[in-house]
């Protein structure tokens, strides 16, 4: 059997690491131009879920086209994992830019245009055609599902903590400002984006136990 791989499968690899540096360079970008109009807090910067959800996703792609490039085939499953939380997280920042962040004209972290459109747009369709269609995964147990709810629920502690403490929220549907008299439809707010999240873990998951790849196929 010919060790070598055949064309056709070096494309799927090359894409993700194209687009792993494409979305790296979009993240460099907004530093920079978040650093050009005063001292950058990192912790602020990097703590829009658009920014760490983009820098999974620019780690998750990267490493994936890497392995695939050097060793064909079908992966290890802790990239698979990888690969459905990166999926699950690009998903909600696409919902939450569509549905929460553009109608208010809101930015959401990413002021340079283009890279706004690769991180809020584009990253959370090719992410998700690329778990739907690509066939190097592998059906994941369900709990993996609920394992990875643990990224956002810390990131909403925490964006919690500091709302309530130094004031700085990523986003202005989560800051608690507004009065003791949205109480009730902050709570129901945070409520729906956790059953968002679990909603959209669990179909990630469905999916790939679902549609599974052929036999003898990478």
Known sequence: MDPRPRPGRLLLPVARLAWGAVTLVAIVVTFADTASKGPVNPFNFFGYFTVQSNTLLTVVAITAGVRGLIRPGRPPRWLV???????MCMTIVGLVYALLLAPLGAAGGVPVPWANWVMHVAGPLLVVADWVLSPDREPLPWR?????????????????????TDGWVPYPF????????????????????????????????????????RPGRP
């Open 174 to 213: 989560l800051s608690p400002t507004q009065g003791y008299g949205v109480v009730a439809v902050y709570v129901v707010l945070v409520v729906l984006i956790a059953a968002a999240f679990l909603g959209v873990s669990l179909l990630v998951v469905w999916w790939s136990r679902r549609h599974r790849p």
């Open 144 to 164: 993996i599902a609920w394992l990875q709810l643990a990224y956002p629920i810390g990131w909403t502690a925490v964006v919690l903590v500091r709302g309530a």
């Open 81 to 87: 994992v990888l690969r459905s939380l990166a999926t």
